[in-house]
């Protein structure tokens, strides 16, 4: 069995195909998300179905995979059994738990509501929903202080994901929503990007660093480093002792893993992530591996990255531990290969930390370009994307600037209704 289909489960599932077992992929949706476009769909560049593909078709081909809908709420590793949210109870032989993370906000769960993060469609249509009504709610707003602060938008989290999400927030307001307002100028749109380390995509050699901040600098965005987030509510954010009001906050910090983790019964770090053994599987009990954002692995003293490659390696590499233990060899410890990291900042502009070379600026963003539409899963969506791409770069224009309605506010205003008409009977 293999828990979640992401980039880990999806791997783990390819591998497996054609081996002599009967392989079981469990997730609670139906699709897989190519999460490093994520922050696109949250910034109107793409549509949700651009970046995403139903886990069936995917593994159309793979006769030995039964794919499962269902929420995983506990592991039973005495049973072997993964007991769904439904009741529901499934038996493995050997179990795969490629459940990914959520997000962390270091002990103040509170900050969610006002501060959502970026891990699924889901997230990704709420924050551009969030985005696109901040400029709509400024254009009717009489006030300049309020007007102001709807203007204003804090990205918490200096990493690829906030990085990104401020450069590519930064060219709306000052090139694709420029001319179609009338009460507002989108372009003195205040963008802050607030990181708690010292530098930006700490991950990064210091060069492509200071490439990434130049980039962010000629967009407008104010780049804080080293400075804590310790408030967040409806109207702002206090970094330490600095008041900052915002109309919008985003969070691309900390993340955890997912609670799946802990009903393992094993040992945990800070984050939650199951502390495993150098095969990849769980102390005590050698059938269970662990992978991705759920487990934390370190190698060379460090803990590896929570990146797609990181969770395809370990897939692969759990994979086949399993055929080696069912022909009675023993496992193989984990290697990890560091293929590098990317990070697009705006139009034209990113930054590629690769084995073999590094590149910023226009080399940097044709790479990141030609590295995730070879990732992307299916034709259809390669073609899509890499023409939505186009027409925004020639352009400046987002083709999914679209505002849907969410439901817990229309609940709200039902509820609201409902109240004032049993008022009015009274």
């Given amino acids: 069995m293999i828990v979640g289909g992401g980039f880990g489960g999806l791997s783990a599932a390819k591998f497996l195909r054609n081996a002599d077992v009967q392989v079981t992929l469990l997730d609670r949706r139906n699709h897989h998300v190519f999460q490093p476009l994520l922050y696109q769909v949250a910034t109107a560049t793409l549509s949700p179905g651009d970046i995403a593909a139903p886990i069936r078709w995917i593994l159309r081909r793979a006769r030995n995979v039964r794919v499962l809908m269902g929420d995983a709420r506990r592991i039973h590793v005495a049973e072997r059994q993964v007991e769904l949210t439904d009741g529901a109870a499934l038996h493995y032989d050997y179990l795969i738990v490629a459940s990914g993370s959520s997000h962390a906000y270091f002990g103040h769960d509170e900050w969610e509501q006002h501060a959502p993060g970026l891990k699924t469609l889901e997230d990704a249509i709420a924050i551009r929903r969030r985005l696109l009504i901040a400029f709509e709610r400024a254009e009717r707003e009489s006030d300049p202080i309020r007007q102001r602060e709807l203007l204003t938008f804090v990205l918490v989290g200096g990493g690829p994901t906030g990085v990104e999400l401020a450069g590519t927030l930064a060219e709306i307001a000052r090139q694709t929503l420029r001319d179609e307002f009338r009460s507002i100028d989108t372009s003195r749109a205040r963008i802050v990007l607030v990181e708690a380390g010292q530098t930006i995509l700490q991950t990064f050699p210091e060069p492509l660093r200071h ?96 990146v797609a490659q990181t969770a395809m390696q370990g897939a692969t590499h759990a994979a086949r531990n399993i055929l ?4 009675g060899k023993p496992t193989l410890p984990f290697v990890y290969r560091n293929l ?7 139009r034209g502009s990113a930054v590629a930390d690769l084995p073999w070379a590094r590149f910023s600026g226009l080399i940097g963003w044709f790479s990141w370009l030609f590295l995730h539409i070879v990732m992307l899963i299916g034709f259809r969506n390669r073609v899509v994307v890499l023409f939505e791409w186009a027409v925004a770069y020639l352009t400046f224009q987002r083709g999914a600037r679209l505002i849907t309605e969410d439901r817990s506010e229309r609940s709200d205003r039902s509820d609201r209704s409902d109240r004032s008409c049993r008022s009015d009977r009274s």
Avoid: C, Y
Wanted: no cysteine; aromatic share 2%.
């Fill in 340 to 346: 590098g990291n990317m990070a697009i900042v705006g």
């Fill in 211 to 306: 490439a990434a901040r130049r980039s962010l600098a000629r967009l407008g965005v104010d780049v804080r480093e080293g400075i804590a987030v310790t408030g967040i509510d409806a109207h702002g954010v206090t970094l330490g002792t600095e008041r900052l009001d915002a109309g919008t906050v985003v969070w691309a910090a900390g993340v955890a893993a997912s609670p799946l983790v802990a009903t393992l019964g094993v040992p945990l770090d800070r984050a939650g992530r199951a502390i495993v053994e150098p095969d990849l599987s769980v102390p005590g009990h050698p059938e269970v591996f662990v992978i991705g954002d759920a487990a934390a692995f370190h190698q060379e003293g460090k803990l590896l990255p929570g």
């Fill in 324 to 327: 080696r233990r069912l022909d």
